[in-house]
């Protein structure tokens, strides 16, 4: 082998870059010391593009193609060295290949809560999170503003700078924009693409295109979450007068119709013992005098009418039963069958509560001893 030939051998011939990891943006072509061969060649597959850096300073980008190494492909690098048409030396140049591909699935989310005035909530604070896809659309400016001389440049290099980006334009667009809350929890998608043409232009600062951007949640702080369930759950009962009505109706059940009837039997005859005692009275409120004739006595006032007995229900294995009296239930104690744990309700009793727990009820258990206590 001649001497030319061992030389020859020494320069670079072949320059491609077979990218096999899922984050690396940037990779610097490792020369090892040697020199790259005037005439080589250039490999630039899809989603690359290869930049030419010559003593420090950027020269020609390459787009995806096969690629002579020669002067009239490369005109910023020719004028750099002064190349005539018959130079046939190496030179030295640093070749850095862009990931021009999309890198998606990436998170952002917001760290402290974004404060806004909602039109219909008022001041209020609201979180957010989602996903976003990014690219380099111009690797010349990225190299330049953003990877430097990194010989291997990867997505977790920057991704946290964009993340704080996305951030700061989402808080500052979203606040602004005016659009109620509810609205943003059931418009994401529009949302997204609002924020987004919002950042894009942030982004190709740096030589970047913000691909997509996604809103995978906006939520309300817990306290204004619970009430606002609340105002839903008052939404959907109705007229709230209404709606406790009929629950107190349905359960009632037939001893609370027999309950109704009774009140409104007592309330019928207060009624006429109030009309006959009125008509009794004069229009001011005493008797009027009739001279020369003696006022007959006052007719005695008729004695109230017996307290009404309460009725029961009870409630046992999710059914219930009823309505009985307090000497019904007496029987039922007798018998084991009414325990100091039942659950019981009467008219005008605030919800279910155990037997034993009533005072009414407990005497019934009086003459009977407890329970024994647990081993």
């Given amino acids: 082998m001649g001497i030319w030939d061992f030389l020859s051998g020494q320069f670079i011939d072949v320059i491609h870059w077979t990218d096999d990891t899922r984050d690396t943006m940037v990779w610097r072509f490792e020369r090892e010391g040697h020199e790259i061969k005037y005439g080589a060649k250039l490999t630039v597959r899809e989603g690359q593009a290869a930049v030419f850096v010559h003593e420090g300073q950027l020269a020609d980008v390459f787009t995806p193609g096969l690629y ?14 002064h190349w005539d048409h018959a130079f046939q030396s190496p030179f030295k140049s640093e070749v850095y ?31 957010a999170f989602g996903t976003y896809s990014i690219k380099v659309a111009d690797p010349a400016l990225f190299m330049t503003e953003i990877v430097g001389t ?11 700078q964009i993340r704080n980006i996305i951030v700061q334009e989402f808080s500052k667009d979203i606040s602004a924009s005016g659009i109620p809350v509810l609205d943003m929890a059931a418009n994401t998608g529009e949302v997204a693409e609002l924020i987004r043409k919002a950042i894009d232009p942030v982004i190709h600062q740096y030589g970047l295109e913000l691909a997509e951007l996604y809103i995978e949640n906006i939520s309300l702080p817990e306290a204004v979450e619970k009430a606002l369930d609340a105002r839903t759950s008052r939404g959907i009962a109705g007229n ?18 027999m309950d109704q009837s009774m009140g409104m039997g007592f309330g019928a005859g207060m009624g006429m013992q109030m009309a006959n005692a009125m008509g009794q009275q004069g229009p001011w409120g005493a008797a009027p005098q009739q001279q020369g004739r003696p006022q007959p006595a006052a007719a005695p006032m008729a004695p109230p009418p017996p307290p009404v007995e309460h009725v029961w229900h009870l409630a046992k294995n999710g059914q219930t039963s009823g309505p009985y009296s307090k000497a019904d239930l007496g029987k039922m104690v007798a018998s084991g069958e009414l325990t100091r744990e039942t659950h019981a309700w009467t008219q005008g009793q605030d919800g279910w509560k155990r037997a034993g727990e009533v005072p009414e009820l407990a005497q019934l258990f009086t003459v009977m001893p407890p329970p024994p206590p647990p081993m």
Avoid: C, Y
């Avoid at 002579?68 to 750099?80: G, V, Y």
């Avoid at 591909?101 to 604070?125: A, H």
């Fill in 240 to 257: 709230l007068d209404d709606h406790m009505k009929w629950k107190a109706a349905e359960a009632m059940g037939q001893g609370g119709a």
């Fill in 68 to 81: 002579m190494l020669e002067t009239n492909n490369m005109p910023i690098m020719t004028s750099l060295q």
């Fill in 150 to 160: 990194d010989g291997e440049f990867t997505m977790d290099e920057i991704s946290f």
């Fill in 97 to 127: 290949f862009v990931n021009t591909n999309r890198f998606t699935n990436l998170k952002w989310g917001t760290k402290n809560p974004i404060m806004l005035r909602d039109p219909e909530f008022g001041p209020t604070r609201i979180r």
